[in-house]
């Protein structure tokens, strides 16, 4: 896992208001798609050469229900 890599595509979703899935556990949670509202992250540990060892995200999601 890279960090600094997943969180540049959660942020790269959040400003693409891509319409997500959410699940849990496997579990598809909510009747509707999902997206990222914000992101505020801590990061917590890094090496030497600056790469994150270990971030702490916060993420708010908002679903978008269609009812057809």
């Given at each position: 896992v890279n960090p600094?890599?997943?969180?540049?595509e959660l942020v790269t979703?959040?400003?693409?208001h891509e319409e997500l899935v959410f699940s849990l556990?496997?579990?598809v949670i909510?009747?509707?798609s999902w997206?990222?509202?914000?992101?505020?992250q801590d990061i917590k540990r890094i090496d030497a050469?600056?790469?994150i060892l270990e971030a702490v995200l916060?993420?708010?999601?908002?679903?978008?229900?269609s009812y057809e």
């Amino acid at each position: 896992v890279n960090p600094s890599r997943e969180i540049a595509e959660l942020v790269t979703l959040m400003n693409d208001h891509e319409e997500l899935v959410f699940s849990l556990g496997g579990e598809v949670i909510g009747l509707g798609s999902w997206v990222i509202e914000s992101l505020d992250q801590d990061i917590k540990r890094i090496d030497a050469k600056g790469n994150i060892l270990e971030a702490v995200l916060s993420i708010k999601l908002k679903e978008s229900v269609s009812y057809e």
